[in-house]
């Protein structure tokens, strides 16, 4: 797979509810810390404002318009951000697919969406490295995106043979389309895997690592793969990634590691071999300087929330590390 396929292929989609929203008049609605899920909408008619926790510039919406959060961060909807916002609590009922909710009446403003929360251990982590807002505004991208927000609705609303696995499905190709769509916009200047990718050399070197995370990779290896003198290579990914390349290929292993070590009976021995390590002692030196605390450890503690049904996270500032 791709660099951005293996990230998401470690988020879990789960718990899929669309709706609508329908506002008249003046209004303002806070929403608190989406908790690790994804939220996809489409404005019908009307317009309003957007605006993301940490996120200086509110986003002006219109008809037509497609946008996703990816990052689960609390966020602010409001025909007018002067006012006084509500808490989305007080107004939206608990989530029933399909179903549409009113203020003052509707009439101005309609809005449908799709959510969805992501599961996989150190979901929350990898959330934050994503975009804040991925706002999408030519009408062919709309057009795509909108379709998959309604398919969604439908699949919901009308229960069919299999509609569980399209809307697991549709998540995820919204996810994807959206950061695409993203990446393919002007990315200069953003520090980040996710916007390295937008650059041809910082992407060759990335996809070589994902694509063989058990290779003994050197900096000159990975210089050849993107074209580039050693000295030349190890500058701009430090600048582009934020972090050297040794240490961005540490830490992709130790994520995989994880998601290995939560959701598989295989030995240590066997993980720490197929990701470079000659020794398990080395990888878990590895995997304790990164992730907090030993294999073992992680394995027990991550199972024994599973069952549960509370995954926990060991040192989840180094995870966002590992992919921030």
Not at 67 to 86: E, I, K, N
Not at 91 to 106: T, Y
Request: charged share 20%; with cysteine.
């Amino acid at each position: 797979m791709d660099p951005l396929s293996d990230v998401l292929s470690l988020l879990k989609p789960r718990s899929y509810v669309s709706s609508g929203f329908d506002a008249g008049g003046d209004w303002s609605i806070q929403f608190a810390d989406q908790h690790e899920r994804i939220k996809c909408y489409a404005v019908v008619s009307g317009g309003c404002w957007l605006s993301v926790e940490d996120v200086s510039d509110p986003v002006r919406l219109e008809g037509g318009d497609c946008f996703v959060l990816p990052s689960g961060r609390p966020f602010r909807l409001a025909s007018d951000l002067s006012l006084q916002p509500v808490e989305a609590g007080t107004i939206f009922p608990p989530a029933r697919a399909g179903g549409v909710v009113s203020v003052n009446g509707g009439g101005d403003f309609f809005l449908v969406g799709s959510r969805f929360a992501v599961s996989g251990q150190n979901a929350g982590a990898l959330l934050r490295t994503l975009p804040p807002i991925v706002h999408i505004r030519r009408d062919s991208d709309q057009a795509a995106l909108r379709w998959s927000v309604e398919r969604m609705m439908h699949e919901l609303r009308e229960p069919q043979p299999g509609s569980f696995l399209i809307a697991q499905h549709l998540a995820h190709m919204m996810l994807v389309q959206a950061l695409r769509l993203h990446l393919a916009e002007e990315v200069k200047g953003r520090v980040g895997w996710f916007f390295a990718l937008a650059d041809k050399q910082m992407c060759a070197a990335i996809t070589a690592m994902h694509a063989d995370p058990g290779y003994r990779w050197t900096l000159q290896e990975l210089a050849r793969r993107a074209c580039m003198s050693r000295s030349a290579f190890a500058m701009k990914f430090k600048a582009t990634v934020g972090e050297t390349p040794m240490d961005y290929l540490t830490r992709w292993r130790m994520l995989l590691a994880a998601d290995r070590l939560a959701n598989s009976n295989d030995p240590i021995s066997a993980i720490a071999l197929s990701l470079g390590y000659e020794s398990e002692s080395a990888f878990s030196t590895a995997f304790r300087r990164e992730m907090g605390g030993s294999p073992r450890q992680y394995s027990l503690e991550q199972k024994h929330a599973s069952s549960q049904g509370a995954p926990t996270v060991l040192r989840a500032d180094r995870l966002e590390a590992a992919t921030g």
